[in-house]
């Protein structure tokens, strides 16, 4: 997609996603067969419901209907959360990710390679982290610039234990 028809799809998509309560996180066209696909991504604070996403759905077909954004040929439009495990990318990614087990791919010379580890803190210059022990140590505080990351996914804990179930 070219960056003139990014523009110009962020600028006539965003308020009405802001007008959803939502984020606009990204925007992807490309071919889907003869066809083109318009996939838009959205979250907020509290998540992307399905309900809310189809609700956007149907103001992001009619805006595109009223306009020529999309060009003359046909495209199918989906409006979707990121997933699970999408790559965190900006500060407010990091800060709804709070609580949660992330993997990093770090930059800086002297801490290169991978670290997993739960997210505790966020604040303006990076993550207060705790990296869990390994066999039968007990987790240790670490603390990473956000000038060191390179790259930063959420893992998704299939066992993790809820909060609630461990007061009780």
């Given at each position: 997609m070219s960056t003139t028809q990014s523009e110009r799809?962020?600028?006539l998509l965003e308020p009405l996603v802001s007008a959803a309560g939502l984020d606009l996180e990204e925007i992807e066209v490309s071919?889907?067969?003869k066809r083109r696909m318009l996939r838009i991504i959205v979250?907020?604070?509290?998540?992307?419901?399905?309900d809310a996403c189809a609700e956007?759905?149907?103001?992001?077909?009619?805006k595109l209907d009223e306009t020529d954004a999309m060009g003359e040929g046909e495209y199918v439009l989906e409006v979707?959360?990121?997933?699970?495990?999408?790559?965190?990318t900006q500060h407010r990614h990091y800060e709804r990710a709070v609580g949660r087990l992330v993997k990093l791919?770090?930059?800086d010379e002297g801490t290169a390679g991978e670290l997993v580890a739960r997210i505790l803190t966020v604040d303006d210059e990076g993550l207060d982290l705790?990296?869990?022990?390994?066999?039968?140590r007990k987790p240790t505080a670490r603390r990473v610039a956000f000038?060191?990351?390179?790259?930063?996914?959420?893992e998704i804990e299939f066992n993790r234990k809820d909060k609630k179930e461990e007061e009780a």
């Open positions: 799809l962020r600028g071919r889907a067969g979250d907020s604070e509290e998540g992307a419901t399905l956007l759905s149907r103001a992001i077909s009619g979707s959360s990121p997933g699970a495990d999408r790559p965190l791919q770090l930059n705790e990296v869990p022990g390994v066999k039968g000038a060191d990351i390179a790259k930063a996914r959420v």
